[in-house]
């Protein structure tokens, strides 16, 4: 959420970044870049949509390079959530009060086209690898979920028909890339939601964009419209609360699997890797609370690595109303907050 309004870069963005590189993390995910001209999911997205934008990305692959970390770019279609020309997808599906236009299967080859070409523009400004977002109820997800998808032609009904898109964008950005480009992918794999994609069709999900030749599977729960309802929040304040999901693809794929949520301290990450239920641990709130996280952890500083506060949701509140990102559990930890206590 550090770009303008038009995507472009800013000096904050880009120092952002430049400290994520220089944490100690092993590689920088840029988030949620738009693979479209108007079809965002905030109103501060950094894009990927035209040449133009792709000075833009070359700056922030650098500053993550500049750490030592290597550089990933996630690019996005927001579906269901966009907001400038509004929520698309494969069915109508109601989400906000505000009803999804489907898009026709013209529409939908173009957008296969338009995720190879904003993929190829990160490959050119020097990104080590691509992450398709496939999570969140985002497009990609909602094409899978028996939920939102209700068509009845090649790209719904059966879980084949309801994978058939992701995989022809994991076909095209692979094709576009070369082979041996990684390409990862950000899998959705309980919405948790009534009526909603889950468990069993996750690990054959898995298995599919394994074929298709993903270099791993960073995996979730949850969407927009399961996150606040109350036994996900429950959930959700739960150390390492995705973590069970990991272990369910990690048993059906043979290609790194990604774990994130909530891993608040150093004890937890290890005991994730020792359990085998991930290959690779993802850091979030955790890295935006604490950018040292990582450095704490290696010099056996555990102590004080500053936590991420259970109930707390501006970071996400403040995107969500088009403004960047800010951390509000470090007021807690400054000595003008605890005066003001």
């Given at each position: 959420?550090?770009?303008?309004?038009?995507?472009?870069l800013?000096?904050?963005?880009?120092?952002?970044y430049?400290?994520?590189?220089?944490s100690g993390?092993?590689?920088?995910?840029?988030?949620?870049?738009?693979?479209?001209?108007?079809?965002?999911?905030?109103?501060?997205?950094?894009?990927?949509?035209?040449?133009?934008y792709?000075?833009?990305?070359?700056?922030?692959?650098q500053?993550i390079?500049?750490?030592?970390?290597?550089?990933?770019?996630?690019?996005?279609?927001?579906?269901?959530?966009?907001?400038?020309?509004?929520?698309?997808?494969?069915?109508p599906?109601?989400?906000?009060?505000?009803?999804?236009?489907?898009?026709?299967a013209?529409?939908?080859?173009?957008l296969?086209?338009?995720?190879?070409?904003?993929?190829?523009?990160?490959?050119?400004?020097?990104?080590?690898?691509?992450?398709?977002?496939?999570?969140?109820?985002?497009?990609?997800?909602?094409?899978?979920?028996?939920?939102?998808?209700?068509?009845?032609?090649a790209?719904?009904?059966?879980?084949?028909?309801?994978?058939?898109?992701?995989?022809?964008?994991?076909?095209?950005?692979?094709?576009?890339?070369?082979?041996e480009?990684?390409?990862?992918?950000?899998?959705?794999?309980?919405?948790?939601?009534?009526?909603?994609?889950?468990?069993?069709?996750?690990?054959?999900?898995?298995q599919?964009?394994?074929?298709?030749g993903?270099?791993?599977?960073?995996?979730?729960?949850?969407?927009?419209?399961?996150?606040?309802?109350?036994?996900?929040?429950?959930?959700?304040?739960?150390?390492?609360?995705?973590?069970?999901l990991?272990?369910?693809?990690?048993?059906?794929?043979?290609?790194?699997?990604?774990?994130?949520?909530r891993?608040?301290?150093?004890?937890?990450?290890?005991?994730?890797?020792?359990?085998?239920?991930?290959?690779?641990?993802?850091?979030?709130?955790?890295?935006l609370?604490?950018?040292?996280?990582?450095?704490?952890?290696?010099?056996?500083r555990?102590?004080?690595?500053?936590?991420c506060?259970?109930?707390?949701?501006v970071?996400?509140?403040?995107?969500?109303?088009?403004?960047?990102?800010?951390?509000?559990?470090?007021?807690?930890?400054?000595?003008?907050?605890?005066?003001?206590?």
């Amino acid at each position: 959420g550090y770009a303008t309004m038009e995507g472009r870069l800013t000096p904050y963005l880009v120092e952002h970044y430049r400290m994520m590189g220089a944490s100690g993390l092993a590689m920088v995910v840029v988030e949620s870049v738009a693979v479209t001209a108007a079809d965002m999911g905030s109103l501060r997205t950094i894009r990927a949509h035209d040449d133009e934008y792709i000075e833009d990305l070359k700056q922030l692959a650098q500053a993550i390079h500049e750490g030592g970390a290597l550089a990933c770019c996630q690019i996005n279609h927001p579906g269901r959530f966009a907001l400038l020309s509004g929520p698309v997808g494969p069915s109508p599906v109601e989400v906000s009060g505000m009803m999804p236009r489907e898009l026709t299967a013209p529409e939908i080859r173009e957008l296969v086209l338009a995720y190879a070409a904003a993929a190829r523009r990160v490959k050119q400004a020097g990104f080590d690898m691509v992450e398709l977002h496939g999570g969140t109820g985002y497009l990609l997800a909602s094409f899978i979920s028996p939920r939102t998808n209700q068509r009845t032609d090649a790209y719904g009904g059966s879980l084949e028909g309801r994978m058939r898109f992701p995989l022809e964008v994991l076909e095209a950005t692979r094709e576009a890339l070369g082979q041996e480009f990684p390409v990862g992918y950000r899998f959705l794999v309980n919405e948790w939601l009534p009526g909603g994609f889950e468990p069993p069709e996750d690990q054959a999900v898995a298995q599919a964009l394994e074929r298709g030749g993903v270099a791993y599977l960073s995996v979730m729960g949850g969407t927009y419209e399961s996150f606040f309802l109350p036994e996900v929040i429950e959930r959700s304040a739960q150390d390492g609360y995705m973590s069970d999901l990991a272990g369910r693809i990690k048993q059906a794929v043979s290609v790194p699997v990604v774990t994130a949520g909530r891993i608040t301290n150093p004890a937890l990450a290890e005991k994730i890797l020792d359990e085998d239920q991930a290959d690779l641990v993802g850091l979030a709130r955790m890295i935006l609370t604490d950018p040292e996280w990582v450095q704490k952890a290696q010099d056996g500083r555990e102590a004080e690595i500053l936590e991420c506060r259970t109930g707390c949701d501006v970071c996400v509140t403040q995107v969500m109303s088009g403004q960047g990102v800010v951390c509000a559990c470090l007021l807690y930890t400054s000595d003008a907050a605890d005066e003001l206590t």
